[in-house]
């Protein structure tokens, strides 16, 4: 119900935007999240944007990345700028039901606790 798009190669400091799209429900009243792995290594939590709109980053993609949704278009977005060789990674969004304040950080972080996930994209910055 989630199809991610949009990674590519990209050079170090280039710039990415990635789609999810969601078919069937509307996700509208759900969070919406993007998460990152790497071979051998737990998903990531990277960026989440609550239903109404309140946002939560990870640290390391502060100030370099923007997650916003389109509800109309049932469609979340991660725009990623000033790539480094450290966000390579397969990116997936994934969606919860969840009335949780953003303050309620882990309500968003735990990759456990959201119940629809894209296929994933990938994504590869060359130095």
């Known amino acids: 119900q989630l199809q991610a798009s949009g990674g590519g190669l990209v050079q170090s400091g280039g710039s990415l935007r990635l789609s999810c799209v969601a078919s069937?429900?509307?996700?509208?009243?759900?969070?919406l999240a993007w998460f990152r792995q790497t071979s051998g290594k737990d998903r990531e939590f990277v960026a989440a944007?609550?239903?109404?709109?309140?946002?939560l980053y990870e640290d390391s993609v502060k100030g370099r990345s923007t997650i916003f949704r389109n509800n109309p278009k049932n469609t979340l977005y991660l725009e990623m700028n000033s790539l480094k060789p450290e966000d390579t990674a397969t990116y997936y969004c994934a969606a919860r039901l969840t009335s949780s304040s953003i303050y309620n950080s882990n309500a968003y972080t735990s990759a456990g606790l959201y119940d629809y996930w894209g296929q994933g994209t990938q994504v590869t910055v060359s130095s």
């Open positions: 944007i609550s239903w109404n709109g309140a946002i």
């Open positions: 069937g429900p509307t996700f509208s009243n759900h969070a």
